[in-house]
């Protein structure tokens, strides 16, 4: 099924919607990986993910593991309907703009 073209101002700034993009490649993926991929300070992947998640579109765990707590991350449903719905909204904005 695909989603309805809408643009989301919330996730359409290029560092969270590489973070959306990444966590729809995945079921559960660690913080360190997200900071990693993309190259971010701690401190401003915790600011967009308090953002993304006070929106409700991510869902954030830590558990203890080995003594040490993990902190993984996960597009919730709200969030990957979002997702989905502002590729769409992209894609067609290319569509009518390429020849």
């Avoid at 590489?18 to 190259?39: M, P």
């Avoid at 203890?64 to 769409?88: P, Q, S």
């Amino acid at each position: 099924m695909t989603a309805a073209p809408q643009f989301d101002e919330l996730i359409h700034p290029s560092t969270r919607l590489s973070i959306v993009a990444l966590l729809a490649s995945a079921d559960w993926i660690d913080f360190a990986f997200v900071r990693d991929r993309l190259q971010l300070s701690d401190s401003a992947l915790s600011k967009q993910f308090a953002t993304l998640e006070s929106a409700g579109y991510i869902s954030i765990e830590r558990p203890v593991e080995d003594r040490r707590r993990r902190v993984r991350v996960r597009l919730t449903a709200l969030g990957r309907k979002a997702f989905d719905g502002h590729v769409a909204a992209l894609r067609a904005v290319i569509d009518v703009e390429t020849p």
